[in-house]
């Protein structure tokens, strides 16, 4: 029996409310970005036979699916961290490519920010302490200390040096600033980056994400749903997932992410070059991660992101426009965020980023597009290349 091989577009895509949301809960926010959404998209939520989150409820997807009135014959809901929403859209496309879906939806919605300032729940500082974490915990071998170490290395390994670091948290500020959702929008330069309160040498507090509330949907489907879209399609064309390491000792270069695998993967099944993508969005929940995920998805040579970075390139005007929204580290961080990257590729892609919107030589808009999530401490990886007509 032959298997079909459908391609799959991206046919709607939204936010939710996001920055400081304090009334709402994250089903409300769930449900928000889901009907924005569809609205998006032009179809009807009959459609709507996949469905994919993660992170909310005790049977996740099952209680948001129920929550939105939807119930679903094709699920998912990995979790690995940032980078779930690019390991489940690259599941869901192979779903609807092999005819088992013929429209996702994806999904989430956070009040991590709301709920600490409530009361509701504390700051984490680690995963847990069970299984092979139980190694590292006692030492107090908290998340963003695994980032700083993996920072440290490169610095030692290469070179890079604190400067170019805060360039992109400075980069990322300046796409914010164009972005009305953007949580953060005031400029910020090198020196008050480097001048901020310690959190976990080298990084002090603007090398780290900020803490947001808020939520995003992407709907994936069919081609054969594409002629009753509202907009243009923005195809999926390739996507790789991988994973690394949880426990530090198990990391063999901490200069190396999983992006290296993923994104070779993603590159290779779209059949495009890196020096091909117009646009890249990046998991930023620390600025060595943006640089670093540049190295591995090849945008320039390993130990070179530093120089990279440091030139610019990463600006709305640059020589590749990244995280164009602001990013993790001055738009919006609601706890998995890779699902916003994909959000904001699209927008790019298909003109709708307003003062954000990225131009290239002679005013053309982006044709493609990169979005590469990463989950735990470089744990995961997930990376998708998006294209236009």
Not at 243 to 256: C, K, N, R
Not at 337 to 348: K, S
Not at 381 to 387: A, D, K, Y
Request: aromatic share 6%.
């Amino acid at each position: 029996m032959s298997v079909p091989s459908r391609k799959v577009a991206v046919a709607g895509v939204a936010l939710s409310d996001c920055g400081r949301v304090d009334e709402a809960t994250p089903y409300a926010l769930h449900a928000q970005a889901a009907r924005r959404a569809l609205a998006d998209s032009g179809l009807d939520r009959s459609v709507i036979d996949g469905f994919a989150s993660a992170g909310l409820g005790t049977l996740a997807p099952v209680e948001v699916a129920e929550y939105l009135g939807l119930r679903p014959t094709w699920v998912d809901s990995t979790s690995v961290g940032g980078a779930t929403w690019e390991v489940m859209a690259a599941h869901a496309a192979d779903a609807i490519a092999a005819g088992h879906a013929r429209a996702v939806l994806l999904v989430y919605g956070s009040t991590a920010r709301a709920d600490i300032k409530a009361r509701r729940r504390t700051s984490n500082l680690s995963f847990g302490s069970r299984g092979p974490l139980q190694f590292e915990v006692p030492y107090g071998h908290t998340l963003v200390a695994k980032y700083a170490m993996a920072a440290r290395r490169h610095m030692h390994e290469y070179g890079t040096t604190l400067e170019q670091l805060a360039s992109v948290a400075v980069q990322a500020r300046a796409n914010a600033a164009t972005n009305p959702d953007a949580m953060f929008r005031t400029p910020v330069t090198v020196d008050e980056v480097l001048s901020g309160d310690m959190i976990a040498d080298p990084f002090t507090k603007l090398h780290c994400c900020i803490r947001s509330d808020g939520g995003c949907a992407v709907l994936l489907v069919a081609e054969d749903l594409v002629p009753d879209t509202a907009k243009a399609p923005v195809w999926v064309l390739g996507s790789g997932t991988a994973v690394s390491h949880t426990t530090m000792s198990e990391w063999p270069d901490f200069t190396v992410s999983p992006a290296a695998v993923s994104g070779r993967l993603a590159f290779e099944r779209a059949g495009v070059r890196p020096a091909e993508v117009d646009v890249a969005q990046i998991y930023d929940a620390f600025t060595y991660m943006t640089l670093v995920t540049l190295e591995d998805l090849g945008f320039c040579a390993k130990g070179e992101g530093g120089a990279f970075v440091e030139k610019g390139r990463l600006l709305r005007d640059g020589e590749l426009p990244v995280n164009t929204d602001g990013g993790g580290l001055s738009a919006c961080h609601p706890g998995m965020r890779g699902l916003f990257l994909l959000v904001e590729a699209v927008r790019q892609l298909r003109g709708e980023a307003g003062e954000g919107q990225v131009r290239k030589p002679g005013g053309r808009l982006p044709r493609l597009a990169v979005a590469s999530g990463t989950g735990g401490w470089f744990c995961s990886s997930g990376t998708l290349v998006l294209g236009r007509d």
